[in-house]
């Protein structure tokens, strides 16, 4: 929790239990006033003993949050990051993505987005208008997630069933997002590959021909 000022010590413990289950290091709790800079030591350390690292950003602060998130903190994963929209503008010739937007995309960091969570948080209008669509059309490494499964009374299957009836996400663009989450796992590529290429896309492939079927 970013406001303990307990950070060194989580790191060092994190790296400690690294060979027993401990998997990344995530920063989260009230976004505004806690920048990952407050913890820059800790963060450096994480990074030179090669460890994964998410942080919670862009849902109650902005873009600043964000981009310390990746430059300060070396994020493999934001928590949230709807506010990534706000460094997309549009045009008669469509969206254009500024600086930031273009790093985190590029990068392909992904974006652990929270629909139910951020609608109950003010953090976006409603489902139908969330940032997860316009983020994920965009081509970002877009993943779908509860954030506080008691809190919202959600699951994730809810929560995409929310998107395909609210925002008219297809069976594509769930079997994408799905894809995108085990590719960001905190698991070595191998293991990822094998996750999808054996678990993932056969399942979905499945469905498919039920339907076709059907």
């Known amino acids: 929790m970013r406001q303990a000022d307990r950070a060194d010590e989580i790191a060092e413990l994190a790296l400690e239990h690294r060979d027993s289950g401990v998997v990344a290091f995530d920063i989260a709790g009230p976004e505004d006033g806690f920048p990952p800079s407050r913890m820059r030591e800790a963060f450096a350390r994480l990074r030179d003993a090669s460890f994964p690292v998410t942080v919670h950003a862009g849902e109650a602060a902005g873009l600043d949050s964000i981009a310390e998130a990746v430059h300060v903190a070396g994020a493999c994963r934001l928590g949230h990051g709807a506010r990534l929209v706000d460094d997309v503008s549009a045009d008669e010739l469509g969206d254009r993505l ?57 699951s994730l299957s809810r929560e995409l069933v929310l998107l395909v009836q609210e925002a008219g996400w297809t069976l594509a663009d769930v079997e994408q997002v799905t894809t995108t989450a085990a590719a960001h796992a905190f698991i070595h590529h191998d293991e990822r590959a094998a996750l999808i290429d054996t678990v993932i896309r056969p399942a979905f492939a499945a469905v498919r021909g039920g339907r076709h079927r059907a």
């Open 98 to 154: 500024g600086l930031l937007a273009h790093w985190v995309r590029d990068r392909r960091i992904a974006l652990e987005l929270c629909p139910s969570s951020n609608v109950q948080t003010g953090a976006a209008p409603s489902v139908a208008e969330h940032p997860a669509t316009r983020l994920h059309r965009l081509g970002f490494a877009v993943t779908v997630n509860t954030d506080n499964r008691l809190q919202s009374g959600t």
